[in-house]
């Protein structure tokens, strides 16, 4: 059984400041052996239930936090930026299931530690089929696209929620609960730890449970449109470039002119254009 884990950080119990994650953060050392801690003891317990292939996908900032070998042996590490398929790189149709470690918020989200939706200095929201939708939900289209289910989702419990609507079979290990951006009361980091490897155990062993629900797909009808609150005007334009990306919103939304709608019936597709725009917009919006 395959298992393919993508990896952020903000998701972490006891992270709450954005210098406890980035690289020139004095106290980023620290944080990013929980988070090294953290996905391991999601492999862990995945591998508890039988699994026994594993792909990580390091999903955080310039994409490269982890330490190579402190991963359980016989698991693979893909690092690095650039991917074209980002957060969700390496995912194909071989994986039994999807794992989310240490994901957080979307930028709209009610508390939620330090929530954001790909680019906090550019996007102020995004919705799927009209539903609110953080990066885990945006990320399921590459899942939906494969075939693959997502089975497991760690972080807060605003995190575990939002995933709710599209992927209601997948099991959460909430490991701090959010006050607000920057403030949340968090497991102890073994406490947090021994809940995920549980989770993950479970998640993977209800995949063989045909009741379960386990093997579904995300709920996301097609074809899918994602609609993108900007900041500005500007950055909404800019969007506008590139192809299958129209001005404004849905219904009482469509003249906003901060915003703009993706609509394609392959998920795949639609999760790249969704890329390009977030690339695009970094740029100006840093």
């Known amino acids: 059984m395959k298992i393919y884990l993508s990896s952020d950080m903000e998701g972490t119990a006891g992270v709450v400041e954005w210098e406890q994650c980035r690289p020139t953060g004095p106290d980023y050392p620290y944080y990013r052996d929980l988070l090294q801690r953290e996905v391991g003891a999601a492999i862990d317990g995945a591998r508890d239930a039988g ?12 994409m490269a936090n982890l330490r190579p070998d402190e991963l359980p042996r016989g698991t693979r590490y893909l690092s690095g930026r650039h991917k074209p398929l980002y ?22 989200g009610c508390a939620a530690t330090l929530s954001h939706t790909f680019n906090p200095l550019a996007i102020a929201e995004v ?27 760690t972080g807060d419990r605003t995190t575990a929620e939002e995933l709710r609507p599209f992927c209601p079979h997948a099991r959460a290990a909430v490991v701090k609960e959010s006050l607000n951006r920057f403030a949340a009361e968090s497991l102890h980091p073994e406490d947090a730890r021994q809940l ?15 009741a379960s629900g386990a093997r579904e797909l995300p709920s996301i009808e097609l074809p899918a449109t994602l609609t993108v ?12 470039w590139i192809t299958r990306v129209e001005r404004g919103g849905a219904d009482a939304d ?33």
């Open 51 to 62: 699994a026994t292939e594993f792909l990580v996908n390091d999903s955080h900032g310039r």
């Open 254 to 286: 469509k003249d906003d002119p901060t915003m703009v709608r993706l609509t394609d019936t392959d998920p795949v597709r639609l999760y790249r254009t969704f890329v390009t725009v977030v690339l695009l917009t970094r740029g100006i919006a840093e």
């Open 87 to 108: 957060m969700m790189q390496g995912l194909d149709p071989s994986y039994d299931a999807v794992f989310f470690v240490s994901y957080h918020g979307s930028m709209s």
């Open 196 to 210: 995920i490897r549980e989770q993950a155990r479970l998640a993977v062993a209800a995949l063989a449970d045909p």
């Open 127 to 153: 919705r799927l089929n009209g539903v609110v939708a953080g990066e885990s939900a945006i990320n399921a289209l590459v899942a939906l696209g494969h075939g693959v289910p997502v089975a497991l989702i």
């Open 229 to 240: 609150r900007f900041r500005n005007p500007d950055l909404a334009e800019m969007a506008t």
